[in-house]
């Protein structure tokens, strides 16, 4: 880090926990009001990094979101706010029209968490199905931490059809540990990111 100086200022890494977006907000705000920080690093919560976005233009700090909601840098984007990975937009774009031509399935059933990032997955990956003429036969929504995914696997294995689960983090593990230990993997139960059960 440059000796820990950046133009011959020393250099401080603070590091605060933040689970929710009000708490986000207040640890910034002490953070540039109390100790002067102007650069912040934010991961990995959507509405987080939104709300603490928003704080930092108002005070013209820097901020690094680790988050992929796509209004990060869309509606809600700013000067002062950066995306560090790729937006929801680019990853549904990316991996789902591989996964539909290897599986060359015409019908699909989604998983997604309940909240800005999985409403994000959930209308992207629709946009580029309905794009290339497949149809959805539903999704099914949880809130973000969700230890048990057996009746959302359930209803997908009464529809019988390739499976997307667009996730993120220990969602992600949960649901795909528990659809290979229901035997549901014989219909392809995919992770919208590329592992597959």
Known sequence: MFGGQVLGRPIEIVERDVPNPSEGVKKAQEAVEKLGVKFFFVSPSSPTVLAVSEYAAKQQVLLIG???????????????????????????????????????????????????????????????LKAKGLTSLGNSDHPMGESDFSS???????????????????????ALKQANMSGLNKAPVLHAFGARV
């Open 152 to 174: 959302h696997l359930t209803k997908h294995g009464r529809q019988g059809r390739l499976c997307l689960v667009p996730q993120f983090r220990g969602d992600t593990t949960n």
């Open 66 to 128: 680790a988050a992929g909601a796509d209004e990060i840098t869309g509606k809600s984007c700013n000067r002062f706010t950066f995306r560090w990975p790729v937006a929801t937009w680019g990853a549904i774009r990316e991996v789902v029209p591989r996964i539909i031509d290897v599986y060359k399935a015409k019908t699909f059933y989604t998983i997604t968490p309940k909240y800005v990032f999985g409403e994000d997955l959930l209308r992207n990956t629709q946009e580029v």
